[in-house]
């Protein structure tokens, strides 16, 4: 079973920058695509960005383009989210999750194959 770990949650002010870490240790399973997702309480899941290895192509919601950056590494299978210009609205938890190579949207959760535990980020206001 691979395991997915994340860091880097925290509680900071509205503005200011957080940055979370995801390696995804699966080594028999070729991973194509990583991305995060959050969740709000009470709200569904939805997806933030993704960032798939060929190409090292970077996709992100409209709520969070401009302020926040994915960046990672296909030979470690890790990525890196950087968060700036937080809002309250962004409190969520915020979980890893990483795919093979599907042709699905890479919004769609059904299609990742392994998920962390979340980490929780909290922006007050």
């Known amino acids: 079973q691979a395991q997915v770990e994340e860091s880097g949650g925290g509680l900071v002010q509205t503005g200011d920058s957080l940055r979370l870490s995801c390696t995804n240790s699966?080594?028999?399973?070729?991973?194509?695509?990583m991305a995060w997702f959050r969740q709000a309480p009470g709200a569904e899941r939805e997806f933030v960005t993704a960032l798939s290895w060929g190409g090292y192509v970077a996709y992100y919601a409209d709520s969070v383009k401009g302020r926040f950056t994915i960046s990672g590494d296909s030979a470690k299978n890790t990525v890196t989210l950087q968060m700036n210009s937080l809002k309250p609205e962004d409190t969520a938890v915020y979980y890893c999750a990483s795919r093979g190579y599907v042709s699905a949207p890479v919004t769609d959760m059904d299609p990742y194959d392994f998920w962390g535990q979340g980490t929780q980020v909290t922006v007050s206001s």
């Open positions: 699966e080594r028999k399973f070729i991973i194509a695509t």
